[in-house]
């Protein structure tokens, strides 16, 4: 059976499905095109935020570097400061020891 359609064309019973399938392969397209954006959209902001999370625990690390080298080397002047007041106290203790 055929219909006029609004061109004056005739038009099939099985033309509109055509059109349907069309416009379902259209939307299907779309979804997946869309679907597609938002992984890569996903996989960017892990990428970035895999970056951020590296740089942040370099500069951390850093840090810890800088704070240990400081404090290694104020051990390191404390022990030498309390090895010399011990070779101090040692020839004070064998002067006077000497003398009596």
Same mark, same amino acid.
């Given at each position: 059976? /055929?219909e $006029? @359609?609004? #061109? @004056?064309?005739?038009?099939?019973?099985?033309?509109?499905?055509?059109? #349907?399938v069309?416009? %379902? &392969?259209?939307?299907a397209? /779309?979804? =997946?095109?869309? !679907?597609a954006? &938002?992984?890569?959209?996903?996989? +960017?902001?892990? /990428?970035?935020?895999?970056h951020?999370?590296l740089?942040?625990? +370099?500069?951390a690390? !850093? &840090? $810890?570097?800088?704070?240990?080298?400081r404090?290694? %080397?104020?051990? #390191? %002047?404390? !022990?030498?400061?309390?090895? !010399?007041?011990? %070779? =101090? +106290?040692? #020839?004070?203790k /064998?002067?006077?020891? =000497?003398? @009596?």
């Amino acid at each position: 059976m /055929s219909e $006029i @359609g609004p #061109l @004056g064309y005739a038009t099939h019973a099985l033309a509109r499905p055509r059109k #349907l399938v069309k416009e %379902a &392969v259209a939307v299907a397209k /779309s979804v =997946k095109r869309n !679907e597609a954006e &938002v992984r890569f959209r996903n996989a +960017q902001k892990r /990428s970035e935020d895999k970056h951020k999370a590296l740089t942040e625990r +370099q500069a951390a690390e !850093e &840090v $810890i570097r800088e704070r240990t080298a400081r404090l290694r %080397a104020l051990r #390191l %002047a404390k !022990e030498a400061s309390d090895k !010399e007041e011990a %070779a =101090k +106290q040692s #020839l004070l203790k /064998s002067s006077t020891k =000497k003398r @009596g």
